[in-house]
């Protein structure tokens, strides 16, 4: 009688919570090494160590005396993103680019030395982080390809790739929208794009209630529109995946205009909206 | 639900090991049930110091008797071998004599026994049947209780003027007598005097109720006793009772109990008589010891048999005074309340703050009340949200500015304590110490909530919490669970097998149902 009542209707193998951490987290997944993926300068020193395509580090600060000396030797950049190790939400990350002028720019304003070293201090301090302290992580900024442009041409969108034991399950798109203030995640009111990984094409757009065939704010058609290097980025999850000691992963990827695919960041605890996007539950990948 | 094999094996034996022993423990107390139910249990001492007289000196008082609303047992009378005692009939009541017949010896005598009582609620019928025949001496005056004295048969009608039910007739005498402003008053005070005086103790006040009532025709008595409270007292009390429809029925024009007899009042005597006589002229004192027993409903401690389940239980815990009822309670309902808000959480799927916290604020509720607890709660995280405004654009680091909401919110509540004490405002005097961390933590927790997922998943999230704390506190409301908990602290096995089951539940929650419900959906595919 117990089974009838919590025995639900699933054809599609979709996966609760409960199920992702019983049978994919907690056996995949060791929790010391949770922080290799949570802390992003340790997840960023494996995948250099592993030669896998993803933004150049051009300092990594984790005291405060080290802030004015680090900062001098990046002059030589036009353009890079200053990003606490361990923040949540994306909150604290910073894209500095030059102006013609010379001067750094933060969101096309002018910013002074004292501003940058007052928010890479407060990093340092944990402001971002709910800890006492952090290490604050200076990379590359990468400039998305056109093809993210094609669809929307504002914030930062990236793919998700679903990997266990090194092989990808499941992939979405993620794209922010004008609702969404430059985030793409779905509780943000971003939207999440299917991806057919069979034949590197996109399927249909998802906001979180109903699918459509084309971007909120784009009228073009998206369902059936090719991915550049999609295989490309299938063996990069791979690679990451095996690079890892994590085998249930999150892989966070970007697409560079001039660099081809990049690797952003990999979650362990990767959300399971990912079967909304695509129709298609997590079990039901496994065979 | 897939459980592995050595796990089924565990599980078996830790219920049927739970099972098994509550099983014999039920047993054993079904035989030796306490049906009487309980609400306060006492421990009284009368003790009696005196001088002997050349002649026979003698001490005599009310003792207690069984009624439906107190179980008196474990009388025991201690004195030395001069003195001689017994008890008597008088009238409806038992009397207690002490007789001592060695000459100009100080002597002390104490009598000691255990009462349980429970709280009696009578309902009144809007007007009572006229009273049968033989209860006339009811009606009748005495020195005392002058009845049919021109001031008292004058408030009396005038009390009952307009009023067309005997309910609302006796609440009007009560509502009088009640008003009269109380005092300490030592010397005898008659119904007239305290009408007159306008002033009255417990005895004067029971006497014009019984005065006024009697006029009217309604049979009334004197009843005496004590209420019990942890003290070494003195005083001694007396409230009324009428006779409707063959019941006496209580009311104390003192403390304002109409139609109403706490548990923790003692009755002793019906009549308007002393509580103690004794021989004339001789030096005398006297004391009540009155000590606060835990008690639990279900126990009938008396019995032997009950002592084996007492043994494999926390009972002894509580009688050792090693750890105090509420306390013990507190701790066994943690797993209990655990697994209901893990239930909530891995089956029905809802967010709470943390899992222990929805427990204890709803333990915090039980000593504040519901609402009004709630209340608080939600006044105090509008607070938080609203102080920590300012600390916010200060750029100020977490943990200090966690400090700073938190020393505010303290600020706040001892001010309000302060506030309540003063001006007799209970609901805000209801802050003790253990509701105000738990409510300042989950306030601070939601603050903290707010800038990690934004506000309004934390304000969903402690909208959930707040139902787990409902759930929660339903659960604890339930009659009889402390004692049972208490008895058969086993029940916790069954608490860690029904935690292992859910453990590898892999189902889909019920908010999940809803959020993937167009992947459920056949007819979408």
């Known amino acids: 009688m117990l089974r009838n009542i919590f025995r639900v209707n699933n054809p599609k193998g979709v996966i609760g919570l409960n199920r992702r951490n019983i049978e994919f987290i907690y056996p995949h997944n060791q929790r010391k090494h949770y922080t290799l993926a949570d802390d992003k300068v340790k997840s960023k020193m494996i995948l250099h160590e592993n030669n896998i395509a993803c933004a150049r580090t051009y300092a990594i600060i984790d005291r405060i005396s080290q802030i004015k000396s680090k900062w001098s030797e990046l002059q030589n950049q036009q353009s890079l993103v200053i990003k606490p190790a361990r923040g949540c939400g994306g909150e604290g990350i910073k894209i500095l680019k030059k102006g013609e002028d010379g001067q750094w720019q933060s969101s096309g304003r002018n910013i002074t030395d004292n501003q940058i070293f007052q928010h890479i201090t407060s990093i340092i301090s944990g402001l971002f982080s709910m800890a006492s302290n952090d290490v604050c992580l200076i990379e590359e900024c990468i400039v998305p390809h056109s093809f993210f442009a094609e669809i929307y041409d504002e914030g930062v969108p990236d793919f998700r790739i679903i990997t266990l034991k090194g092989k990808p399950l499941m992939a979405m798109l993620r794209m922010p929208t004008s609702k969404s203030d430059g985030k793409a995640n779905l509780h943000q009111k971003g939207v999440g794009i299917g991806v057919n990984m069979k034949y590197g094409t996109l399927t249909q757009v998802f906001d979180g209630k109903n699918y459509s065939n084309h971007h909120p704010d784009n009228t073009a058609r998206v369902n059936g529109k090719k991915i550049p290097y999609w295989f490309t980025m299938v063996q990069l999850a791979k690679k990451t995946a095996k690079a890892f000691p994590l085998e249930y992963l999150g892989i966070d990827l970007v697409i560079d205009k001039v660099k081809g695919p990049q690797i952003m960041e990999v979650n362990v605890r990767p959300g399971l909206g990912i079967q909304l996007v695509n129709k298609c539950g997590l079990q039901s990948t496994l065979s | 639900m897939n459980v592995p094999k050595q796990f089924k094996f565990i599980l078996v034996g830790l219920c049927l090991l739970a099972v098994a022993s509550i099983v014999y423990k039920t047993n054993l107390l079904s035989k030796n049930k306490d049906s009487f139910g309980a609400d306060e249990s006492y421990l009284i001492t009368y003790r009696y ?194 006779f409707v429809n063959g019941v006496w029925v209580p009311f104390d024009a003192l403390n304002g109990h109409f139609a109403y007899l706490p548990a923790n009042y003692l009755e002793l005597h019906e009549g308007d008589a002393f509580l103690i006589a004794h021989s004339p002229g001789i030096q005398f004192d006297y004391s009540y010891e009155i000590r606060k027993q835990e008690s639990l409903p279900l126990l009938n401690e008396e019995a032997k048999e009950v002592e084996k389940v007492t043994a494999f239980s926390l009972w002894g815990l ?118 105000t961390i738990i409510l300042t933590i989950s306030a601070e927790r939601f603050s903290k909530l707010i800038v990690e997922d934004g506000f309004q998943k934390a304000t969903g999230t402690l909208l959930q919490t707040l139902l787990a704390v409902g759930v929660c506190f339903l659960l604890f409301s339930i009659k009889g669970l402390d004692a049972i908990l208490i008895l058969f602290p086993e029940l916790l096995l069954l608490v860690i097998t029904a935690s292992m089951v859910l453990g590898r539940y892999i189902g889909l929650r019920w908010t999940e149902l809803l959020r993937f419900q167009p992947l459920l959906n056949s007819k979408f595919a």
């Open chain 2, 318 to 435: 509580v009688r050792n005074k090693s750890i105090s009822k509420k306390n013990l309670f507190l701790l066994l309902m943690l797993p209990l309340g655990g697994l209901v808000v893990a239930l909530l959480r891995n089956i029905v799927g809802i967010r709470t703050f943390g899992v222990f916290l929805p427990v204890l604020i709803a333990f915090s509720l039980l000593e504040t009340g519901f609402t009004v607890g709630l209340a608080l709660f939600l006044f105090l995280i509008l607070f938080v949200g609203l102080i920590s405004r300012p600390f916010d654009s200060m750029g100020l680091l977490h943990t200090p500015k966690l400090v700073i909401s938190l020393t505010l919110m303290v600020l706040v509540m001892t001010l309000g304590n302060y506030f309540g004490v003063s001006f007799g405002i209970t609901w805000l005097s209801s802050l003790t110490l253990f509701p």
């Open chain 2, 49 to 242: 110091f005196f001088k002997t007289d050349t002649a026979k000196t003698f001490i005599k008082t009310y003792l207690p008797k069984n009624n439906p609303h107190q179980q008196i047992s474990g009388q025991k009378s201690v004195m030395p071998n001069t003195v001689h005692f017994s008890t008597s009939a008088d009238g409806p009541n038992i009397k207690g004599n002490w007789i001592c017949e060695a000459q100009n010896t100080y002597e002390s005598v104490s009598y000691s026994f255990l009462f349980k009582g429970k709280g009696q609620v009578f309902g009144l019928p809007e007007n009572f049947k006229p009273h049968p025949e033989g209860i006339e001496t009811y009606l009748s005056a005495t020195e005392n209780i002058q009845v049919f004295a021109s001031p008292i048969d004058t408030l009396a009608k005038s009390l009952r003027e307009g009023i067309d039910s005997d309910k609302g007739t006796i609440q009007s005498l009560f509502n009088y007598v009640h008003a009269i402003p109380s005092a300490p008053i030592i010397t005898l005070t008659d119904a007239v005097s305290a009408l007159e005086r306008n002033e009255a103790s417990c005895n004067g006040k029971s006497r014009l109720f019984v005065a006024l009532a009697r006029n009217l025709g309604y049979p009334a008595r004197i009843k005496g006793g004590i209420i019990l409270t942890e003290s070494n007292k003195r005083t001694s009390h007396a409230w009324a009772e009428l």
